[in-house]
């Protein structure tokens, strides 16, 4: 009995070690496939595998426009994976990742080899700050909005709500949704110490139980129907699809998609599938973007904005 | 089939046949030979030596990259660990006082150890000495169910019942160092009982018989015989409890709030090392400064974790002296 036993554990030992090993090289088989993908894609089929990973806000977009251009090509794999975009934009330059998927641009991001790197701007992403209804704030001045995050007021009645005491709901540091808050509806003001979540559906959840609470989130989170957050104007704008397009509404930033500088054949004909009007104008409106082509504005990744 | 009908020719044939079945079958047997000495031999070494390689490594690759910090990052290490100010993407002046973090894991597992340590000790004699029978059959089940339970899921119970509770009662958001020290003490709670009611059954019979003998009470025997004589063993099931509080970090996120300030009571919402690594590591890039600074604390975190370990073996060597 004992020498059975033995033996299966033998066998669960190999059996692990064999996962283990098969898990290690699974970064470095993604890249072997690429490379060779691109002799057998002179032919007009397209076939091998493609890596996506980063952050996780594009990542329900990027799974969508994977499943539809693995129905049009089914020899090609596409495995779309989360890791935030700080590991999107590491993994895209180590060329473990065939697209690296980012929330801001490369060259915000120190270590970073942004020349080395091709940015495909696949969407556009409002957001604004979220107000626990209790407050009694609706619109806020860019001012007083910063007063709020930095600290400065500490009762919504300073900035004309109700008597109901502030609670800060941040992301975490390096975040995309972070920094873009921090860069255009802060001015790059350091915001005050808060709770920290990085899910916005946590984030949702908290403000939504919190009186008093306020937090930041994508304009897709806000729903028409629901009551349970209150979507701020910022100096009389309302946060809309329409406000960020014009420009009116400040606070948007670019959904990336990272490439090595030349990309294969196959990852070129997928960055063209996502930029094609079968996304941009289905499934990016649907998962709550605004595609780069409605887009009166455009920004450079200094934050400077200019009519297009 | 060639071979059965030549079997039934011949007896004496078969058996011939046989004996080179079994020697074509040399190398296949050698393979799976459960008795093979050296096969046995050769696996037990190589787990262990894999085993003692794996710790090495891991020490080492944490070692490395947590020095990163201070030494290609030029990080002071002594404001790093000192430091009360958590600043890394402020354009000017970032700073790195990775101090609340520190503290906050800290007052988490005494925390939870405090809360866990009466409730697992009484459980634990309840279940040696009280109801024998019962102990083992009903409630250690229910302890190695308890055990088995995800800490996501403690998280979420958490999220959902002490937060909200903790907002009612004592305001502000509900997320607080203490909702996090409750929501890890219950999840200690069935390692220390289950760790504890064994120490207490490896106490010698005969020195509760003794007890009976002079006059004492059940309630004298067990406060002034058992639980001394188990003693440090029931310190080691603290310890291995505290241990895994600390290295926690989904159930205790979830609850703590995450706020990188030290805070100003139990009340107050706060952060641990392993809540910041995991909130902040996708969203830094490879080798960038606060990248390297959450490896630092990975490290440190690693050696917070062989000090539990050294007192652990402290302890159990003090009870076999």
């Known amino acids: ?308 | 089939m060639k071979i059965s009908k030549i079997a039934t020719a011949d007896p004496a044939s078969r058996l011939d046949n046989n004996a080179k079945l079994i020697n074509e079958k040399g190398l296949l047997w050698r393979l799976t030979d459960r008795a093979s000495e050296t096969r046995g031999k050769m696996f037990i070494y190589s787990s262990a030596l894999l085993m003692i390689v794996a710790v090495i490594a891991i020490t080492l690759f944490l070692m490395i990259q947590g020095l990163r910090a201070f030494v290609v990052d030029h990080l002071n290490f002594w404001t790093f660990i000192t430091g009360t100010q958590w600043y890394p993407d402020r354009t000017v002046n970032p700073s790195y006082g990775a101090f609340p973090f520190i503290f906050g894991s800290m007052a988490v597992t005494f925390l939870a150890a405090l809360i866990a340590t009466p409730i697992a000790i009484g459980t634990a004699i309840f279940m040696a000495e009280l109801a024998k029978k019962w102990g083992t059959k009903v409630m250690q089940p229910v302890i190695e169910i308890l055990v088995g339970i995800p800490s996501v899921v403690y998280g979420l119970i958490g999220l959902s019942i002490i937060v909200p509770f903790m907002r009612q009662h004592f305001g502000g958001s509900g997320f607080n160092l203490l909702a996090g020290a409750i929501v890890v003490g219950i999840m200690i709670l069935p390692t220390v009982a289950s760790i504890a009611a064994d120490s207490i059954r490896a106490v010698p019979d005969s020195l509760r018989q003794a007890s009976y003998a002079i006059g004492a009470t059940k309630w004298q025997t067990i406060w002034r015989v058992v639980i001394p004589a188990a003693g440090s063993s029931l310190v080691t099931a603290i310890v291995l409890g505290m241990s895994r509080a600390f290295g926690e970090a989904l159930a205790v996120q979830m609850v703590i709030g995450n706020v990188t300030k030290l805070p100003g009571s139990i009340f107050d919402p706060s952060a641990t090392l392993t809540t910041i690594i995991t909130l902040s590591m996708g969203h830094s890039t490879m080798g960038s400064v606060l990248n390297d600074a959450l490896w630092s604390l990975g490290f440190l975190l690693l050696l917070i974790s062989y000090v539990f370990i050294v007192i652990i073996r402290f302890l159990s060597r003090r009870r076999n002296a």
């Not at chain 1, 002179?42 to 994977?66: M, V």
């Not at chain 1, 690296?100 to 701007?121: H, P, R, W």
């Not at chain 1, 996304?279 to 409605?294: H, N």
Request: overall charge positive; hydrophobic content about 35%; charged content about 20%.
């Open chain 1, 1 to 308: 009995m004992k020498k059975k036993n033995l033996l299966a554990i033998g066998l669960a030992f190999v059996l692990s070690l064999t996962l283990i090993l098969s898990g290690c090289g699974n970064g470095n088989g993604s890249a072997g496939s690429s490379s060779s993908k691109s002799d057998s894609s002179s032919s007009e089929a397209l076939s091998g595998k493609i890596t996506i990973g980063g952050s996780t806000a594009l990542q329900p977009l990027a799974a969508q426009a994977a499943k539809e251009f693995m129905e049009k090509n089914p020899n090609v794999q596409i495995e779309v994976q989360g890791g935030g975009s700080g590991t999107g934009l590491s993994e895209a330059q180590a060329g473990n990742f065939d697209i690296g998927m980012s929330d801001v641009f490369a060259e915000s991001k120190t270590n970073i080899d942004a020349k080395a790197l091709k940015d495909y701007q696949v969407a556009v992403v409002g957001m604004t700050a979220a107000v626990n209804p209790k407050a009694g704030v609706k619109n806020l001045s860019k001012k007083d909005l910063q007063a709020v995050f930095t600290g400065k007021v500490k009762n919504w009645k300073e900035v004309g709500g109700k008597n109901q005491k502030i609670t800060l709901v941040n992301r975490p540091d390096g975040s995309g949704t972070r920094a873009t808050f921090d860069q255009f509806a802060l001015d790059n003001k350091t915001p005050a110490e808060g709770i920290t979540q990085d899910s916005t559906n946590t984030v949702k959840k908290i403000i939504a139980e919190t009186p008093g609470a306020v937090g930041y989130m994508a304009l897709s989170y806000f729903t028409a129907n629901d009551k349970s957050v209150v979507k701020l104007s910022l100096d009389g704008v309302e946060a809309t699809e329409k406000t960020v397009a014009t420009g009116e509404f400040p606070v948007w930033a670019y959904e990336h998609m990272y490439t090595k500088s030349k990309p294969s054949k196959l990852v070129k004909a997928f960055i063209d599938f996502m930029m094609s009007d079968a996304v941009q104008g289905k499934d990016v409106p649907a998962q709550g973007y605004l595609s780069v082509k409605d887009m009166k504005v455009q920004r450079d990744a200094t934050g400077k904005q200019t009519d297009k």
